[in-house]
């Protein structure tokens, strides 16, 4: 379910969810999940949902796609130490920093924090699966999670070992943009 069809406020997670292509073993080919049936548009398919009140953002992202998949994902830490990020009275503070927190300006959510994430083994069902390439030529000019997805599905291997290299950053800062649908992406944590 993509976050922004899901309440009309709140907070939300957008999840970029990765996989290893079948037979592929490390070094080799990463492929993003999308949800089945969807377009291109400003919420670009990604797996998310809404985080009710009280609930930990990170967890949220876990329970989004195990939902979905049917298996148990990963968090993959981003690459830079996280700093101390001061946190509203009666918000859950994540137990794992969030990539990006982007504060929706007139989108359907207050605030939507986004994990990478990978699952074990082959692709598994219940996402459309396709290589960073593939997610990148759909994608029309202003879709910046999209875009954005296909980036980092580039440097998997890089980020999966915490590896902090110029391609990562490039990927990083991809969709970062003010011109997009959604808010501008901050990364408070780093």
Do not use: K
């Not at 998949?69 to 001061?86: D, F, I, Y």
């Not at 082959?122 to 030529?137: D, E, F, I, Y």
């Amino acid at each position: 379910m993509s976050p922004a069809r899901t309440a009309s406020d709140g907070r939300a997670v957008r999840c970029y969810v990765f996989a290893r292509a079948s037979g592929t073993d490390a070094g080799h080919a990463w492929l993003l999940g999308l949800l089945p049936g969807t377009g291109t548009g400003p919420t670009a398919g990604l797996p998310g949902e809404h985080v009710p009140d009280g609930t930990d953002p990170a967890a949220a992202a876990l329970h989004a796609v195990s939902r979905l998949t049917g298996t148990t994902a990963s968090r993959v830490t981003p690459p830079v130490s996280p700093l101390e990020r001061p946190w509203t009275a009666g918000t859950v503070r994540p137990t794992v920093p969030p990539w990006w927190v982007r504060a929706s300006e007139d989108g359907p959510y207050g605030t939507e924090y986004e994990y990478v994430l990978t699952v074990p083994g082959a692709p598994p069902a219940g996402l459309r699966w396709l290589t960073p390439a593939a997610a990148r030529a759909r994608a029309h000019p202003q879709d910046e999670n999209l875009r954005l997805a296909a980036a980092l599905g580039g440097v998997m291997e890089e980020l999966v070992g915490g590896r902090i290299t110029p391609a990562v950053i490039r990927a990083m800062t991809v969709g970062h943009s003010r011109r997009g649908l959604g808010g501008p992406r901050t990364a408070p944590e780093w």
